[in-house]
């Protein structure tokens, strides 16, 4: 814990570290090179900003090496931590990158390897310069797969960003009315959310735009009628929330904006009666579609949900275009939403739930009213 606050343990780390080592065994690899923030962060514990250029590597022996700008404050989970020098007098170099897979460069003098898995998207040629002849391999569907089902550590980290929410919310409710500008809505629920987590946010969420259906915040006051859509996804430590509440700008909801809330509601509860593992999210969205159809305001044409994590999407997908299965230990982020203009400008709630043996349970339970 950092001063009461949540932090991903080290043995948790280690542990999908063993599964990563499953993973190259079935693939024969020797080794595999991380050079993105979160998958650093994933299996080390620790993280550095856009600033640095830190590196992982995993030895399929079971050696962990963690190249970084700095020594990381609190032990991280691997076996050999060798830093570069980040700065020069207080300036940071421009040449991160190179220094970063030097240091990696001389770790790596005199193994021979054969196979070895790197992040197709994200690792550049200084480091794989430094493989020779060694054959490359995309290890990027193998991590993904592996961060659908959280562990507890993790799930420590998404409630602590989802409890942020319920501080932005409380935030919203008591200074939404009509007059109220954008900016001033956002700037005061950031607030909340860095000291409801005692610490910046490494994300800071989706919409703040009010009338519309989303968007960022804008130099402009929320009027009579209106309907303010908040979509908050603040990160706390690389895990992201994902949670939206639609508020009556002047606490008095149309009869048309009731209707929409209704059916919004009743379709979130149709996905915690049919959401376990084995179910498949393709045939939960058309439960949810089928319903939302027979709204008489409104319409829907989006996607239902998805997985959150070191991403704010990502698998598993509740929409028609993937045909995933629900797992157990998954988060997901279930959003139906019914739009018309009538509605102004529409009606879109989102709850997140951890996939349980049985069921779901709800990660956010704040208030739904529009009041």
């Not at 460069?105 to 994200?122: C, T």
């Not at 987590?197 to 009338?211: I, K, P």
């Not at 379709?267 to 939302?292: D, F, M, N, T």
């Amino acid at each position: 814990m950092n001063g009461g606050f949540p932090l991903l343990d080290p043995s948790g780390c280690r542990a999908r570290q063993v599964r990563l080592l499953a993973s190259m065994a079935d693939r024969r690899l020797d080794l595999v090179i991380l050079v993105s923030p979160e998958h650093i962060e994933y299996l080390t514990g620790h993280r550095w900003d856009h600033r640095f250029s830190p590196l992982a590597a995993l030895h399929a022996d079971g050696r962990c090496l963690l190249v970084c700008p700095d020594k990381p404050a609190a032990d991280p989970a691997a076996d050999d931590i060798r830093t570069y020098e980040a700065k020069w007098r207080s300036t940071l170099r421009n040449d991160q990158r190179e220094a970063s897979a030097a240091v990696f460069g001389d770790w790596l003098a005199g193994q021979r390897l054969g196979r070895v898995g790197v992040e197709f998207s994200a690792c550049p040629p200084h480091v794989t310069s430094q493989l020779g002849n060694a054959a490359l391999a995309d290890i990027e569907p193998d991590l993904l797969a592996m961060r659908r089902q959280k562990d507890p550590d993790e799930l420590a980290l998404l409630r602590q960003a989802i409890a942020a929410c319920g501080a932005m919310y409380e935030t919203a409710r008591a200074m939404i009315a009509p007059g109220v500008n954008e900016l001033d809505v956002f700037s005061a629920l950031q607030a909340a959310a860095v000291s409801n987590c005692g610490e910046m946010l490494t994300g800071t969420g989706n919409d703040y735009a009010c009338g519309v259906r989303g968007g960022p915040p804008r130099d402009r006051v929320c009027g009579a009628g209106e309907l303010y859509i908040l979509d908050l996804g603040p990160a706390y430590r690389g895990y992201f929330a994902d949670t939206s509440r639609a508020i009556a700008v002047d606490g008095r909801p149309t009869d048309s904006q009731f209707l929409a809330w209704e059916q919004v509601c009743g379709a979130l509860a149709i996905v915690e009666r049919l959401a376990k593992p084995g179910a498949r999210c393709r045939e939960i969205y058309e439960s949810v579609r089928e319903w939302l159809a027979g709204s008489t305001v409104g319409s829907w044409s989006s996607h239902l949900g998805h997985g959150i994590g070191l991403s704010v999407h990502e698998a598993p997908h509740l929409n028609p275009s993937w045909d995933d299965v629900l797992q157990e230990g998954e988060v997901i982020a279930v959003e139906p939403a019914l739009y018309a203009p009538e509605l102004q400008s529409g009606m879109r709630i989102e709850n997140d739930y951890l996939v349980t043996s049985t069921g779901v349970e709800l990660l956010s339970p704040f208030p739904l009213e529009m009041v």
